[in-house]
């Protein structure tokens, strides 16, 4: 089986400050990761993936993300945010282990940049 | 135009009504999902097909049913919808490394 955690519902952060978005994950072979952002009254829009390689992806709008093996956790980070970064963002994972398997999708976290 | 392509993008339906949600892809991708969104729970899978002889049930499947039509083409029917079927849904299409491309969403409420 193959599961995804986003342990925080809402992240509260002031433009500027850096930024934290949490996620971990249980697979049982490789995990492919991935994290996408959900705008009012739009779809998911892809920001970045990891399948293989360096530890720290990095993605659209400045985003990046650090896979840790060990503690099975891909968490989203943006050096300095901005106002229009406010959204709902998802992790997903997949088991790479098996090509016969859809993305599985954390609950998402609302991120709100304060002004 | 969009890769993925879901119609209606809204509907109201009543208590007992078949209603049937489509879903068109220009990526030239086997593999098609359907999801749906309810606040707080995420994104759940109902169905999704690897080619179009291949149908599996996700973890939500009870009450709906799928067609895949042709490589292009996934649509998603509620054979007699209820309220607790209200909610966001989402087509979406991918590649084999998984990455997944979504549509604008079909908002449906049942009433």
């Known amino acids: 089986a193959q599961s995804v955690a986003q342990p925080e519902d809402q992240v509260n952060v002031a433009e500027g400050n850096p930024l934290t978005v949490k996620c971990t994950y249980s697979v049982s072979g490789n995990p492919y990761l991935f994290w996408y952002v959900q705008y009012p009254n739009r779809g998911l829009q892809f920001l970045l993936k990891y399948i293989t390689g360096d530890n720290l992806v990095k993605g659209s709008y400045g985003f990046e993300a650090e896979f840790n093996k060990s503690q099975t956790s891909f968490h989203l980070k943006k050096p300095s945010a901005l106002v229009s970064d406010s959204a709902l963002y998802f992790c997903a994972v997949r088991d790479g282990g098996t090509g016969r398997r859809a993305l599985t999708f954390g609950s998402g976290t609302r991120l709100q940049v304060q002004p | 135009d969009a890769d993925v392509t879901q119609t209606p993008r809204n509907r109201i339906t009543k208590t007992g009504k078949r209603i049937m949600l489509e879903c068109s892809q220009t990526k030239g991708h086997d593999r098609m999902y359907w999801y749906r969104q309810d606040p707080g729970l995420g994104l759940r899978l109902i169905y999704y097909s690897f080619d179009v002889k291949d149908i599996n049930k996700g973890e939500i499947s009870d009450g709906y049913s799928v067609s895949r039509q042709a490589q292009a083409k996934f649509s998603l029917s509620l054979e007699s919808a209820i309220p607790n079927q209200t909610a966001l849904y989402f087509c979406?299409?991918?590649?084999?490394?998984?990455?997944?491309?979504f549509g604008q969403g079909t908002r449906l409420t049942v009433v």
């Open positions: 979406a299409t991918s590649g084999t490394q998984g990455r997944a491309f």
